[in-house]
């Protein structure tokens, strides 16, 4: 429904000119449109004010490739990677390995230094509560399950991390001095 969403971010963007996230998805929306011209201006726009915006060098590298620019693809690709050497969720796949291979110093160490790059990450902090508890950090994992109840941005994954930690609480980890 690209009309749709173009007729939402075009307000969005008038409503708030200086509202990045909605210039990025008006980008976007046009190269979604196959209008890669305005996609990218709408790109230079959000890197012109924020040279360092991961989201944008992105989808920047995406409307340049789209157009069979692929050396300017891969200069702005170069520049996003001297920014952000690893990509989102990096760290989160490999405590995950941590834990299915059983080692959960790594995995505890992984999760911890995802949730440095994005501090709300609901299952970032599920999983460290996870690898919290495997070492016998009962305390710490409590307090990240919380702390993903809180983060969590649906009534599902709410109840699921609440029903959780209701379990953890069941089996004594939630009391003082466990």
């Not at 004010?49 to 200069?75: F, H, M, S, W, Y």
């Not at 520049?79 to 796949?93: G, S, T, W």
Request: charged share 20%; aromatic share 8%; proline share 4%.
């Amino acid at each position: 429904r690209l009309n749709e969403a173009y007729a939402w971010a075009v307000a969005a963007v008038r409503t708030a000119p200086a509202f990045l996230d909605a210039i990025n998805t008006l980008a976007v929306i046009y190269h979604q449109h196959g209008n890669p011209v305005q996609a990218e201006v709408a790109l230079q726009r959000v890197l012109a004010l924020t040279p360092d915006n991961t989201i944008a060098l992105t989808n920047l590298i995406g409307v340049l490739q789209a157009q069979g620019r692929a050396e300017q693809a891969k200069a702005v690709a170069a520049r996003l990677a001297a920014i952000e050497p690893y990509p989102p969720f990096h760290f989160y796949d490999l405590g995950l390995a941590a834990l299915r291979a059983g080692d959960y110093n790594s995995a505890q160490q992984l999760f911890k230094r995802e949730l440095r790059r994005q501090h709300a990450q609901p299952e970032a902090h599920f999983w460290l509560a996870v690898a919290s508890l495997q070492l016998g950090e009962r305390r710490d994992a409590i307090r990240h399950l919380k702390t993903a109840i809180d983060n969590s941005t649906t009534v599902d994954s709410r109840a699921l991390y609440s029903a959780k930690l209701d379990w953890l609480r069941e089996q004594g980890y939630g009391r003082s001095g466990s």
